[in-house]
C-alpha cells in the first residue's frame, strides 16, 4: 500500500514570509495529523482531523498556523507569517483503526521548513 | 495534558549488548504505549506497542513492559547490532476514547558500536 505522501520536502523561506505543506494520506486513513518536530525534539502534535472536521487543535499557534482538510481526504497546513523558531520538520500522519479500534499512526516523509 | 519523560536521552552500547529505554507518563487514563524509530532525516516507524491490559510484549529482539501502577513503560532491545542505532521516542495515547492523541517523550538517541 501507499504510504503517506507529503510536499514538498524542504523549504527555505524568510521570516514573515508565508508558506504551505501539503499531505496525502494513506487511501481509507479517516484520521489525519500534523506534527511540528523541532530538532532534538519528539513530535508535537499540532492539529488532528477526523475526516473533514477538526478533533484537536490546542496546541496550534492559530494566530499564525491554520490546516484544513476540506475534502476529507488530503489536507494543508500554513503559516503566516512565519518565525524563525518555526523551522522544524513538519510531519503528517494518518491512521484508521484496527479490529480492536488501536490507530496505528504511519507518518510521512516531512517537510524540513528552515526560517532565516 | 499528558507528559511524558524519556531517559537517557543518549545510550551508547557495544553490539550484542543489551539497550533499555524508559518513560514515564502522567495521565493514568493513557492506554497505549507505542514505540517509534527514528533514523537520521527520516519519518518515524513504529517498531512495537503495548495496551494497558498487558504488562509485556515481545517482538523477536525487542520487548516493551508496563507498570500501569508506577505509570512507566520500557523497551528492551536484545542482541544489538549495528543497524539498531537510531533516535527512539515513546508515546503516550488514551487511545480512542482521547481521540488517540499522540504525546511523545524526547527521544533517545541509541548508538551501537562495532
Known amino acids: 500500500e501507499a504510504g503517506v505522501a507529503q510536499s514538498p520536502r524542504y523549504k527555505i523561506i524568510e521570516k514573515r514570509q508565508s508558506v504551505a505543506f501539503w499531505c496525502n494520506p494513506i487511501s481509507g486513513h479517516a484520521t489525519l495529523y500534523w506534527y511540528q518536530q523541532i530538532l532534538g525534539q519528539g513530535p508535537k502534535l499540532l492539529i488532528q482531523?477526523?475526516?473533514?472536521?477538526?478533533?484537536?487543535d490546542s496546541q496550534l499557534p492559530k494566530d499564525r498556523f491554520s490546516a484544513e482538510r476540506l475534502k476529507g481526504v488530503d489536507s494543508t497546513l500554513k503559516i503566516q507569517p512565519a518565525k524563525l523558531e518555526d523551522s522544524a520538520v513538519y510531519l503528517c500522519?494518518?491512521?484508521?483503526?484496527?479490529?480492536?479500534?488501536?490507530?496505528?499512526?504511519?507518518f510521512g516523509p516531512g517537510t524540513r521548513l528552515l526560517v532565516l | 495534558g499528558e507528559n511524558v519523560e524519556q531517559h537517557p536521552s543518549t545510550l551508547s552500547v557495544q553490539e550484542g549488548d543489551s539497550a533499555v529505554i524508559k518513560c514515564t507518563y502522567s495521565?493514568?487514563?493513557?492506554?497505549?504505549f507505542p514505540w517509534y524509530k527514528q533514523e537520521l532525516g527520516k519519518r518515524p516507524q513504529l517498531i512495537i506497542d503495548i495496551r494497558s491490559n498487558v504488562g509485556e510484549k515481545k517482538d523477536q529482539r525487542i520487548a516493551v513492559t508496563l507498570n500501569k501502577t508506577a505509570k512507566h513503560f520500557s523497551l528492551h532491545i536484545t542482541e544489538t547490532q549495528p543497524e539498531d542505532s537510531a533516535v527512539y521516542f515513546c508515546a503516550a495515547s488514551r487511545g480512542t476514547g482521547g481521540g488517540n492523541k499522540l504525546t511523545f517523550g524526547t527521544g533517545t538517541q541509541l548508538k551501537v558500536e562495532l
Open positions: 500522519a494518518s491512521s484508521s483503526p484496527d479490529r480492536m479500534n488501536t490507530q496505528y499512526q504511519y
Open positions: 495521565d493514568s487514563a493513557s492506554n497505549y
Open positions: 482531523f477526523q475526516n473533514n472536521g477538526v478533533v484537536d
